[in-house]
């Protein structure tokens, strides 16, 4: 089974640190990355008022982009 990760867009002060320590753990374990921080800031409506959680057209995005990474 292929490991896949799944980076995080939040308004928080440890954003940084979770999505610099999937990468390490990504290169220790030859795992993917799905970018959702880099997808997330593209558009306002994938995500609700507290700019953080999906919003129903952002989980749409959100599981096409997982999929995608598992070629389904």
């Known amino acids: 089974a292929e490991l ?8 928080r002060d440890w954003e940084d640190q979770v999505n610099a320590t ?4 990504s290169e220790r374990h030859g795992a993917t ?3 959702w921080k880099a997808v997330a800031v ?3 409506s ?4 507290d700019g953080y959680h999906p ?3 952002g989980l749409e995005v959100w599981s096409r982009i ?3 990474a ?3």
């Open 55 to 57: 919003s129903s057209a």
């Open 42 to 44: 593209t558009d306002d």
């Open 70 to 72: 598992l070629g389904a």
């Open 4 to 11: 896949i990760f799944v980076n995080v867009h939040v308004p």
């Open 66 to 68: 997982i999929a995608d």
């Open 22 to 25: 999937l990468v390490v753990a």
């Open 33 to 35: 990355i799905i970018d």
């Open 46 to 49: 994938l995500l609700r008022s």
